[in-house]
Each structure stands twice: as C-alpha cells, then as structure tokens.
C-alpha cells in the first residue's frame, strides 16, 4: 500500500507515521517543509503542500492508495486543490474538526447540526473562520461526485508540546505561569464541560481508518471523557506548583473582547469555548475496532509533567515563538483593576 501524507510532522501527524512505520506492508512519503532523515519505509520529502507547483508535481508522481492531509488550507486553496487530491488517491482523508457542531446540549453525534447551517449571525456567516470554513470544505467534497473520501474531524487534541486551556494554546498561558505573569480568562469557560483527546489515540484512529475503505461520510475521533475547565485548570495548578513552586494567578473578567479577537476574531470563544462539549464515538468504535483511549486526568498530567521536566533543562526554548500582540494586551488587562472582576481560588 503506497501512502502520502501531507503535513506529516506535527502532533498529530508524527504518532501516524510511527503507526505506519511498524507496518511492513504500507510505503510512506511524507511531506516536510525541511530535510528530515528518511528510515525504513518512511520517505521524507521536502516541500510546501500549500505551494502550488509542489503540490501539482507530488500529485503527478504517482497514484496513491491513501492520502492523508493534515494542511490547514485556506477556502481558495481547497477550491483548488481538492479534485486534484480526489483523482490522485483510492482513499483521500481530509481532516476537519468538530467545531463545526452547532450548541448541542448532550452527547455530539457526527449528525448533530454544524454551524455552517444553523447560526443566524450574519457577520460571522460571511466570513471563513474555522469552523465554517472547515464545513465549506467538507461540502466541497460532498459536491465532487466522488466517494472516495473519508472526513475526521477531532476536537482538541493534546501532547507533551500541546497542552489548552480554554482559548489559550502552552504559549498563552504557560509561558505566563513560568514567568510568574498572571492571566485573565472569560468568565463563561471555567464551568463549561470540555473533550480533550490525546493526541496519539486520533491518529491511530486515522491510521485504522487509512488501512479500510472510503466511507464518504464524517467520522469524529473523541475520548467520551469530561472535565469542566476549571477541573483542568485545578490539576495543571497542582502539578505546576509540585514540580516548579509556582501558583498559577488566574483572574476572570466578563469582557475579553481585546484578548479574544486575536483568536480568530472572537468566534472561538462564543461559538465553541463556552458551550458544554460532550462526543458520543460509536462511529469511530465501529469504524476504527476500538480505540483504548488515555483517561484525561492521566493523560493530561502525564503531558504537563514530561513538559515542565523539559523546561527546567531547556527554559522557554520550549515554547513556539509567542504572539507580541497578545502578550502586550494580556499585561495590560491584568493590570487593570477595572477589567479583573474575581481572582481563582485554586
């Protein structure tokens, strides 16, 4: 079995080539945007899946059993790009996300209602944030007249180099906590129920779902485990301070309209972060055999435990480069007496 995989090397994308590279009877080209040391039957190549002429040569190459694309594609490119995949693979897989689900109070199926055709917010409708746009390149597919096509769509998926809370991603909020900086939140997370999976249990769901057929369908790969934000944020502080002896200084504001706007203008928050999200995965049991997937409180605790291990011997070298705007923003507002509405007893 010849499989491609674009964009190959992030969290999500290293677990599968580790799956596939213990299969002997798969090939593997893997797209990177640097060298990397091919090995056994994972073969690196070096190349942009979003540049134009990289991609139209790769698809010209050869005939692929199964492509697996992790590239984040803005509307025009999939446009573009998406029947050209279609015709070059047995099997395409195209990785959405369940923040396509529109509110739902109760356990997600893969037919709950998207936003895409429920929200009745006109602003938010005329552009291609996420979420949309995720469900308009879900669609392309639909409309293509073929049928071989597989859609995933994760929620939020952790590791030891990724670890939310709320909108925030390590960078946001850890890199503050490490550097004794405080930090605001959103009053309207804290008590909402939350899904995160980790991230080696998706991809070996994606790496099942690339060994069977096309199931011209939307599949979710979700643990059904729950945590209200707050419980997250109550283990990570206190593992922060067993490990380092820092206390994690968290105010809540009911206005974070200047934070929240960095992070695709607002809509992150209002239509995912502050809705209960809870996933019933009895698609992806039929679908995948069974995924034995890593409790949260252990998986989560794991992760942050091996990261600040690695950060007390690599110091903020560990953290991707951060956001000057945010940072600039988030001194301000916790700052501002006037913004702070209550400190986090934790």
Not at 170 to 185: G, S
Not at 207 to 227: F, Q, R, S, W
Not at 250 to 271: F, V
């Amino acid at each position: 079995m010849n499989i491609l995989v674009l964009g190959g090397t992030g969290a999500m994308g290293t677990h599968l080539i580790s799956f596939l590279s213990e299969n002997n009877d798969v090939q593997v080209t893997v797209t990177s945007r640097k060298e990397r040391n091919s090995h056994g039957n994972i073969s690196y190549i070096v190349g942009n899946a979003r540049e134009k002429a990289f991609m139209s040569e790769l698809l010209k190459k050869s005939h692929y059993d199964v492509i697996v694309d992790f590239m984040n594609y803005n509307y025009e490119e999939f446009l573009e790009y998406h029947r050209a995949l279609l015709s070059a693979t047995d099997h395409y897989i195209f990785l959405s996300s369940s923040r396509v689900y529109a509110n739902y109070e109760g356990r997600i199926t893969e037919s709950c209602p998207r936003l895409l055709e429920t929200s009745k917010d006109q602003a938010f409708l005329s552009t291609n944030r996420y979420a949309l746009r995720k469900a308009r390149e879900e669609d392309m597919l639909r409309a293509s007249g073929m049928n071989n096509y597989t859609i995933i769509r994760p929620y939020i998926t952790y590791s030891n180099r990724r670890l939310q809370l709320g909108i925030y991603e390590k960078e946001e909020w850890l890199y503050r906590v490490l550097n004794d900086k405080p930090l605001i939140m959103s009053e309207g997370i804290l008590d909402k129920t939350t899904t995160l999976s980790y991230g080696r249990d998706v991809s070996f769901g994606i790496y099942k779902i690339a060994l069977g057929k096309p199931l011209a369908d939307a599949v979710h790969i979700t643990t059904t485990e729950n945590m209200t934000w707050l419980e997250i944020l109550k283990m990570y502080a206190s593992i922060i301070k067993k490990q380092t002896g820092k206390d994690i200084v968290l105010y809540t504001s009911p206005e974070m309209k200047s934070i929240e706007m960095i992070y695709e203008g607002g809509y992150n928050t209002i239509y995912d972060r502050q809705w209960n999200r809870q996933f019933d995965n009895a698609k992806a049991e039929l679908v995948c055999e069974h995924i034995d997937y890593l409790g949260m409180q252990e998986g989560l605790s794991g992760c942050l435990e091996e990261f600040l291990r690695d950060w007390k011997v690599e110091g903020n070298a560990v953290f991707l480069p951060l956001n000057s705007e945010y940072e600039k923003e988030m001194d301000r507002l916790t700052q501002d007496p006037s913004v702070q509405k209550e400190i986090v007893q934790l």
